[in-house]
Nanobody, 113 residues
């Protein structure tokens, strides 16, 4: 069983930055995903990172602005959000495995002036 806990969300102005964290208990050898859900919209996959951190993937909507990383010694995955836009406002989840087997409770990011 894997438990995931996200943190780091908050209110930020357009153009600002945040770093989200996803702390994992249990096995760290999963591909890890970040997924978001904007108000009134469905889930959107944002980014993923391989189990050893050697491979990263991004949705076109965030490519060049967000960076995913992980520290397996600390069982933590990070999502660095830069150049934030109002359309990035969402509840951000981390999810473990390519089949999204385990999910955290989410952390809210609100981009507003």
């Amino acid at each position: 069983q894997v438990q995931l806990v996200e943190s780091g969300g908050g209110l930020v102005q357009p153009g600002g930055s945040l770093t989200l964290s996803c702390a994992s208990s249990g096995s760290t050898f999963y591909y890890m995903n970040w997924v978001r859900q904007s108000p009134g919209k469905g889930l959107e996959w944002v980014s993923g990172i391989g189990s050893d951190g050697s491979g990263t993937d991004y949705a076109d909507s965030v490519k060049g602005r967000f960076t995913v990383s992980r520290d397996n010694a600390k069982n933590t995955v990070f999502l660095h959000l830069n150049s934030l836009k109002s359309e990035d406002t969402a509840l951000y989840y981390c999810a473990a495995a390519t089949t999204f087997d385990y999910w955290g409770q989410g952390t809210q990011v609100t981009v507003s002036s």
